[in-house]
């Protein structure tokens, strides 16, 4: 299938193509000509996780051969056999676990596949630069994912001082002759633009070309991102759907936190392909400009930014929404490039009309501050035994206010992290001093505490070797990634 451009429709390539690339020239993210039909929803029902994905993923890369083997390889490290398994917590209530990978966050159940779209779609062409802006997990499960692939070289940039301690310890102990790590002064955000600034600069473009690589990305601006993502929420309906938890063809939420907006666009995405979605829950921490867009159709960043213990979801420019806004406008590229001009001189852009009314009918927005957080991580361990973290303690919090104004759909709340990955404040929540503890020791206490079991991946983390210690202003990013080539 054919994808096009955000900005211009015009701009048509194959998905394979469009995910070498990562975004279109002018600034555009790519977008599928159509959105592809699922079928009859029972087929996935008795389908394992990689055939189920390797479906998805073939009604838009037609043009890649073999992707049951490529999503049998993406997944054969993940340590449930359901790759991403639902749990049910309550009536009516259920968990999508998207945490079961190589880095404990949801990110690895699209950064297992990238590589291997990629290195299926290069067919002998130029080497691959990666550029990757984080909030926190995408930059280790990029990582990961493109850890020693051949023809490929992948520069990280994080906020210094804007992760936890375990996503950062995650992301420069990692190794690989390929790998590199900047921590950049400033926030998400910051690393963000200057990311998107070298995708659209062309003088920069042209000396990566004098150097044998082609630019692209593993962040959810890239098509190669978002479309594994569809998958699990297709996953999650199958598995109820197998447990006899619903009926087919009945309608369910999704509660997702939020921040760059490419995991709830993947669940609109699988909507609009067909998947019986009522409402899907936008849930924010007190970075809350996603809320304030989607109540009053205006989004403005004149606002200030807040250091959250969901740090992967502070953000005040969620890129993704891009995407949404073309469906909105009806796919009006002139409209969106005026909106995202708005955002860069401006600060600010706004819709109304009939565009606000197909929001407002597919979605719902709150957020939550830190101290309903908290007491959402409590309150479900003490009621429910289950652990939350930081990030879906977000979602679970803002899903009770919605399920309060008397929607009793079944729901389906979507997990992003291990609670591991962010110790201190899982603990804090839970009523647990923290006192003279470093991260490990607060694992450990949180393991001994709950009974649930320290995964490997933070045992080991514990005794690797810090090997990336660059630290660069913003401005200067471009420099570091020539250093790199």
């Known amino acids: 299938m054919k994808l096009l451009s955000t900005r211009n429709g015009a701009r048509r390539v194959e998905a394979s193509a469009a995910t070498l690339e990562g975004i279109s020239p002018e600034g555009g993210l790519y977008v599928p000509e159509r959105f592809a039909d699922l079928g009859p929803l029972r087929d996935y029902a008795v389908m394992d996780y990689p055939a189920l994905c390797a479906k998805v993923l073939g009604f838009y890369y037609d043009d890649i051969k073999d992707l049951k083997a490529i999503t049998k390889a993406a997944y054969a490290g ?13 009536q009516n209530e259920y968990v999508l676990e998207l ?24 067919g002998g062409g130029p080497d691959v630069l990666i550029l990757v802006a984080t909030s926190g997990d995408t930059g280790k499960a990029a990582l990961e994912g493109f850890c020693d692939v051949p023809h490929t070289k992948i520069v990280v940039f994080y906020p210094d001082e804007g992760v936890s301690d375990m996503q950062r310890l995650q992301m420069v102990t990692q190794e690989g002759a390929n790998t590199h790590v900047v921590a950049v002064r400033g926030n998400f955000d910051d690393a963000q633009n200057a990311v998107k600034a070298m995708f ?23 098509f190669g991102r978002l479309a594994p993502q569809i998958a699990y929420y297709v996953g999650a309906y199958a598995q109820l759907l197998a447990d006899g938890e619903i009926e087919d063809g009945e309608p369910i939420n999704f509660a997702v936190p939020t921040g760059n907006f490419g995991n709830i666009l993947a669940a609109y995405y699988a909507k609009r392909m067909g998947l019986p979605i009522k409402r899907l829950i936008c849930a924010s921490n007190k970075n809350n400009v996603l809320t304030d867009f989607f109540r009053r159709g205006a989004y403005t960043l004149d606002r200030p930014f807040y250091k959250t213990m969901s740090p992967s979801m502070d953000i005040l420019i969620s890129s993704n929404l891009e995407r949404l806004l073309f469906e909105l406008t009806g796919r009006d590229e002139s409209a969106v490039k005026e909106m995202m001009g708005g955002l860069k001189t401006h600060g600010r852009y706004s819709i109304a009309g009939a565009a606000k009314e197909k929001l407002e009918a597919d979605f719902y927005a709150d957020w939550c501050d830190e ?57 804090s929540s839970l009523g647990e001093s923290t006192r003279g503890m470093n991260s490990f020791d607060m694992a450990r206490r949180l393991s001994s505490l709950t009974g649930t079991a320290l995964p490997r991946q933070i045992s080991a983390l514990e005794t690797k070797t810090v090997r990336h210690t660059t630290v660069s202003d913003k401005d200067a990013l471009p420099s570091r990634v020539m250093e790199v080539l």
């Not at 945490?99 to 159940?109: C, I, N, R, S, V």
């Not at 899903?399 to 609670?419: H, R």
């Open 78 to 90: 993940f340590d449930d056999a359901k790759v991403a398994p639902v749990k049910k917590t309550a």
């Open 99 to 122: 945490w079961h990978g190589p880095t404990l966050a949801f990110k690895d159940m699209a950064l297992s596949v990238l590589p291997r779209l990629m290195t299926a779609a290069m």
């Open 200 to 222: 659209t600069d062309p003088q920069f473009a042209a000396a990566v070309r004098e150097k044998g690589y082609s630019l692209s990305s593993a962040n959810s601006i890239n």
């Open 371 to 427: 101290d309903e957080t908290m007491a959402c991580i409590k309150r479900t361990y003490d009621d429910k035994e289950y652990l939350l973290d930081t990030h879906t303690a977000v979602a679970m919090g803002v899903y009770e206010k919605y399920k309060a104004l008397g929607d009793g759909t079944k729901t389906v709340v979507v997990s992003t992290a291990s609670p591991y990955k962010f110790p201190a404040d899982v603990l």
